[in-house]
C-alpha cells in the first residue's frame, strides 16, 4: 500500500512539475508557493537595482556594458531594447524559463521569450553564486524590488533531469552525424545516473544525496559524449610569466599532456616586449619587460614548443599600451603625440585613459609613425624567431559607448591632432565640429577611422604573406557594435583576404549566445577566412559543463578549432574534463560530411 502510494505522489509531483516547468515568463512576478509534498531547502531575497535598465531608471551605470553596474543586481524581461543583456565579462547571469533557472551564464545572455535574466556583479554577484543554481525557483516582487529565490526538491530533480537529456541529446548527435563514434561510456554513465533519479523520486529523505550523484554522473556523460577531432587547432592564450627555461619547459609539458596544440603568447602587451628588442631601443622605448631582464622567454617558449609539435603565434597588443603612460621610457613617455584621444578631453594636455578599457591608453591608429613603429617591430619578431603566426590584439579604437546611449559622440576616440588636420584637408571639417546627428559627415568621420584601423591591418598582412606566417587577429563579433563603439571593420578585412583567421572572444558562458555570435560571424565572413572560437569560459570560472557546451557549439559549425583565455584560469576541473575524451585521443571523429556551414 505504501509503495502504491509513493507511485501515486511522485505522479502527481512530476504533473505539476511539467506544469510548472511550461509557465510563461510573468509567473516569475508572482508570488511562489511551494507544491505538495514539495520541500524547500533553502529561501533566500535580494534586493534589484533595476529591471530592463534605462539610462534614465538606472543612470549610476550609464557608462557600463549592458547598463548594470557595480554590485547591481539587474533583471532583463524580453521587452528589454536588445535581444541580449550587452553586459560584460565581470558579472554572472542565471536565465529564467517560467520562472524556473534552466541555465547560468557569464555575460551577454539571450533573453529568452518565455523567460528572464538575472544579471548580478560584485556582492551582487557572490549571492547569485550562493544561492541560484539550475532548478531554482524564482519570484520576483516588482512593488519591494526585491528577488527571492527557492531552492527545493523540485530543483534538485530538475536539475538531474535536464542534465541527463542534454548529455543524451550531444551524445545521439555524435553518433548521426561521426563515423566510428563510441557511445559506450557515455551510456555507462548515463545509466547510473537515471539510477540515481529513481532513487530520488522515491526516497525524500536523501533526495539531495541522489539527485547530486544523478548530476555527477549527468555530467561525466557529457565529458565523454564529445569524441576527439585530429584536425581541430586546439589553443590557449598566455600571459608569460615564467622567468627560468626549467618553468617554461614545466608549462609546456603541462599544457602538451592536456590536449593543446597551439600556443597563443603574449609577446609585445602594455607597451613593452617579452624579448630584448632592437626596435624598442631604436625608437628610444623600454627594451624589455622590466620582469625578463637576463632572459629572453620567447626563444624558450618557441624552441621548446617546436620539439614538442606545438606551433606558437604571437600574440600582439597593437595601439593598446597599458595603464601606465608615464613610467620612465614607456611609449608614451617619449611620444606623447602618438596617444589616441577622445572627444571629451580633446584638449587636455596628457595622454587620456580610457575608463571603460581598465583605465588604459591607446595608441592613435591614423598616425604613420605608429604604424610604422608596430610593423619595424613585427618585422622584427618574425625575422630573429620565425614564429608559426601572428595573432594581432586591439586592432582598434577604445570603446565608445553605444550609440543608442546620451553622450556617444563624446566617448567617441581619434580626435587626435594628426586625424583632424588629415581630415580637414580631405573634407575641409575638423571632426570636432561633426555632430552625431550630421549623419553624412559623421558616416564620413567613421569611415576615415575603420579605414585607418584596416590600412594598419593590410600592412601586417603583406609582411606575413611575405615571410609565409598565418595571420589572425582578435575581434568583437558583433559586427555592428565593433563598427560603431571600436571602429572595427572585419567583414572588409575578411573580403580582401587581409587576414587568415579570426580568434574571436566570446565573452559569455551561455551556449546559446555563442552559437547566434557563431553564426552571425559566418555571414559577415568571406569562406577564405577561417574562425577559431576563442572561449572565455575558464576566465570567468564557468562550469565545465559550460565549456562542453560551447565546444560542441564549435564543432556542430565545423569551426577551425577553439582557444581557451586563458592558461592562468586553467584550472584542474576543465583539465579534466578536456582529458576526458575532447582533447584527448581515445575516441576520434573521422568523418563529419554532414556539416557544411553557410557563409555569406
Known amino acids: 500500500m505504501k509503495s502504491l502510494f509513493r507511485k501515486i505522489t511522485c505522479l502527481f509531483f512530476m504533473f505539476l512539475f511539467v ?23 533553502r529561501k533566500n531575497v535580494y534586493k534589484i537595482s533595476a529591471i530592463n535598465p534605462t539610462t ?11 547598463l548594470r553596474g557595480a554590485n547591481q543586481l539587474v533583471v532583463y524581461t524580453p521587452e528589454y531594447s536588445t ?72 530543483s534538485y530533480i530538475f536539475a538531474a533531469k535536464e542534465k541527463i537529456e542534454e548529455a543524451t541529446t550531444i551524445m545521439n548527435y555524435y553518433q548521426k552525424n561521426s563515423f566510428s563514434y563510441n557511445s559506450k561510456p557515455t551510456k555507462t554513465y548515463l545509466a547510473k545516473a537515471k539510477h540515481y533519479v529513481r532513487k530520488a523520486e522515491h ?22 559524449a564529445i569524441p576527439y577531432k585530429a584536425s581541430e587547432l586546439k589553443g590557449i592564450w598566455i600571459r608569460p610569466t615564467s622567468k627560468t627555461e626549467a618553468n617554461i619547459i614545466a608549462s609546456l609539458d603541462h599544457l602538451k599532456a592536456t590536449g593543446i596544440n597551439n600556443i597563443f603568447l603574449e609577446t609585445y602587451f602594455h607597451g613593452r616586449t617579452i624579448f630584448p628588442s632592437s626596435t624598442m631601443k631604436k625608437y628610444g622605448f623600454i627594451e624589455q619587460y622590466e620582469n625578463f631582464k637576463g632572459i629572453d622567454p620567447l626563444r624558450i617558449w618557441i624552441t621548446e614548443a617546436h620539439k614538442r609539435g606545438m606551433k606558437v603565434n604571437i ?7 597599458g595603464n601606465k603612460p608615464n613610467v620612465g621610457n614607456s611609449i608614451l613617455a617619449v611620444k606623447p603625440e602618438w596617444s589616441n584621444v577622445n572627444l571629451r578631453n580633446v584638449d587636455a594636455p596628457l595622454p587620456i585613459a580610457s575608463t571603460s578599457e581598465h583605465n588604459g591608453y591607446f595608441l ?12 619595424d617591430l613585427i618585422k622584427e619578431i618574425i625575422s630573429n624567431y620565425n614564429p608559426d603566426g601572428i595573432n594581432i590584439d586591439y586592432v582598434r579604437y577604445p570603446q565608445s559607448v553605444s550609440a543608442r546611449y546620451a553622450g556617444y559622440a563624446l566617448s567617441n576616440w581619434g580626435y587626435t591632432q594628426y586625424a583632424r588636420e588629415e581630415f580637414k584637408l580631405i573634407y575641409g571639417v575638423d571632426p570636432v565640429n561633426i555632430a552625431y546627428s550630421d549623419t553624412k559627415m559623421w558616416n564620413e568621420w567613421d569611415k576615415y577611422r575603420q579605414d585607418k584601423v584596416t590600412e594598419y591591418i593590410e600592412g601586417v598582412s603583406k609582411i606575413c604573406r611575405q615571410n609565409r606566417i598565418f595571420l589572425t587577429a582578435v575581434v568583437f563579433p558583433n559586427r555592428q557594435m565593433a563598427l560603431e563603439t571600436k571602429q572595427q571593420d572585419w567583414t572588409t578585412w575578411s573580403d580582401n583576404n587581409f587576414i587568415d583567421g579570426f580568434t574571436p572572444l566570446f565573452l559569455t558562458c551561455d551556449a546559446k549566445t555563442i552559437k547566434m555570435m557563431i553564426f552571425d560571424m559566418l555571414k559577415e565572413m568571406s569562406p577564405r577566412t577561417k574562425l577559431y572560437a576563442g572561449l572565455f569560459v575558464t576566465f570567468m570560472d564557468g562550469s565545465e559543463e559550460d565549456l ?18 586563458d592558461y592562468a584560469h586553467l584550472q584542474e576541473k576543465y583539465i579534466k574534463t578536456l582529458t576526458k575524451s575532447i582533447f584527448t585521443n581515445s575516441t576520434v571523429i573521422t568523418g563529419n560530411s554532414k556539416q557544411n556551414c553557410q557563409r555569406r
Open 19 to 41: 506544469q510548472g516547468a511550461t509557465m510563461a515568463y510573468d509567473d516569475v512576478f508572482a508570488p511562489y508557493t511551494p507544491m505538495p509534498n514539495e520541500e524547500v531547502y
Open 203 to 224: 526516497n525524500t529523505t536523501e533526495l539531495q544525496q541522489f539527485a547530486s550523484l544523478a548530476v555527477q554522473n549527468a555530467n561525466l556523460a557529457m565529458a565523454a
Open 315 to 321: 600574440w600582439f597588443e597593437s595601439f593598446y599600451t
Open 548 to 565: 562542453i557546451r560551447q565546444i560542441h557549439e564549435t564543432r556542430k559549425l565545423n569551426l577551425g578549432g577553439i582557444i581557451l583565455f
Open 56 to 66: 534614465a531608471t538606472n543612470w549610476t551605470a550609464s557608462m557600463y556594458p549592458g
Open 83 to 154: 535581444p541580449s543583456t550587452g553586459t560584460n565579462e565581470y558579472g554572472g547571469e542565471a536565465i529564467v524559463e517560467g520562472n524556473i533557472v534552466t541555465s547560468l551564464s557569464g555575460a551577454d545572455s539571450l533573453i529568452p521569450s518565455n523567460g528572464i535574466v538575472i544579471s548580478a556583479h560584485g556582492r551582487a554577484k557572490a549571492w547569485l553564486n550562493k544561492n541560484i543554481e539550475i532548478g531554482t525557483i524564482i519570484s520576483i516582487d516588482k512593488a519591494t524590488m526585491t528577488i527571492t529565490a527557492y531552492n527545493t526538491s523540485r
Open 364 to 375: 592613435d591608429p591614423a598616425n604613420p609613425e605608429v604604424q610604422n613603429f608596430l610593423f
